[in-house]
């Protein structure tokens, strides 16, 4: 095993650290596991916050700052954060206009952000929960009952931190972060797989060239196996299964995200031929994001995510924001 780490039993709490270290505008809970904004609570705002496992950066500690998150929790890698993390996340940026929790369909991470909701609300705490769940893969998995939460995360947590930020009410920013879930839909494919650092060896066998269309962020498996293809022909597969089920009226945002292993040579490359398949089937792009966001630790590959939006959606797209991986306009 050749990884930049010390013991495998420490790796979130020195990653953590260092992550404090970088970034003093955010004020990071070793201990406890809870990254939150500075200046949190911030007066008369609406709060978010999510989380999950580590191993999926920058999401979610990398997108905590002004326009997007409050705060975040880190569960260790691959594993749902607990109850005692998002309450007091919570209790840490409540302002008293009340907190949504961004909670992606994952078993562990739905069933624990619902226990926290109850906890937080018996403290005294507003609490309304937005449900991602944009993969088109497959419909259950082994982590999930439903579709998988992937990529479109990031859109919900932009868009809605956007509008809570403009001081919009719990119940706007909450039908923003539905409204925006219910318009993305995503599709991964995996070249390799990943390795965890307790594990030490790959999650899921691969064999050498073939790929994994589909694949979840954790490893679950996808539609199917093949023979590996070239950037155009992975384009066409991933595109049109997201285009069978979004069938898009409206301009999309557009994200070609890397699982933490791809070179933006290949990322960028492979951007090209995902537009090239929109132009195709004419959608037209309003926004774009090529990049690392929703990883999966060391895994080569990469996923495309489409958001329908319409002008509101592109304007809170579009505001401000100032986080460790995501800033524009400040």
């Known amino acids: 095993m050749r990884m930049l780490i010390n013991v495998p039993e420490t790796v979130v709490a020195d990653a953590l650290r260092g992550m404090a270290a970088a970034h003093p505008e955010l004020t990071v809970d070793v201990e406890n596991r809870v990254i939150v904004r500075r200046d949190a609570p911030v007066a008369d705002k609406v709060a978010l916050v999510s989380g999950g496992g ?66 937080a609300e018996d403290e005294g705490i507003q609490v309304a929960k937005v449900l991602v769940d944009d993969d088109v893969a497959v419909t259950d998995s082994l982590y999930t009952a439903g579709r998988r939460g992937t990529g479109a995360t990031l859109f919900v947590e932009k868009i809605a931190g956007a509008a809570a930020d403009a001081g919009a009410p719990l119940e706007r920013v909450e039908a923003i972060a539905r409204r ?43 539609r199917e196996r093949r023979a590996m293809m070239t950037s155009r ?67 080569a590959g990469a996923s495309v995510t489409l958001c329908q939006i319409d002008e509101e959606l592109l304007r809170l797209w579009d505001a401000p924001v100032r986080t460790p991986g995501l800033r524009w306009g400040m």
């Open 180 to 222: 925006v879930n219910e318009n993305s839909r995503s599709l991964g494919v995996a070249l390799s797989a990943c390795t965890t650092p307790a594990k030490g060896s790959p999650t899921f066998e691969l064999p050498s060239g073939e790929l994994e269309l589909g694949v979840g962020i954790h490893g679950e498996p996808g």
């Open 54 to 119: 580590s191993g999926h950066e920058p999401l979610h500690g990398g997108f905590v700052g002004p326009g997007m998150l409050s705060a975040a929790c880190p569960g260790e890698v691959f594993t749902s954060p607990v109850p005692d993390q998002m309450v007091r996340a919570a209790a840490a940026v409540d302002s008293g206009k009340g907190v949504l929790f961004v909670v992606k369909n994952y078993t562990g991470d739905v069933l624990n952000f619902d226990m926290a909701a109850e906890l």
């Open 233 to 299: 022909e992975i384009a066409d597969f991933a595109v049109d299964a997201v285009l069978e089920d979004l069938r898009p009226r409206n301009p999309v945002l557009l994200l070609v995200n890397g699982m933490g292993a791809t070179p933006l040579l290949e990322l960028y490359g492979f951007h090209a031929e995902v537009q090239r398949v929109l132009a195709e089937r004419n959608v037209v792009v309003a926004g774009v994001l090529v990049g690392n966001y929703v990883t999966s630790l060391d895994m």
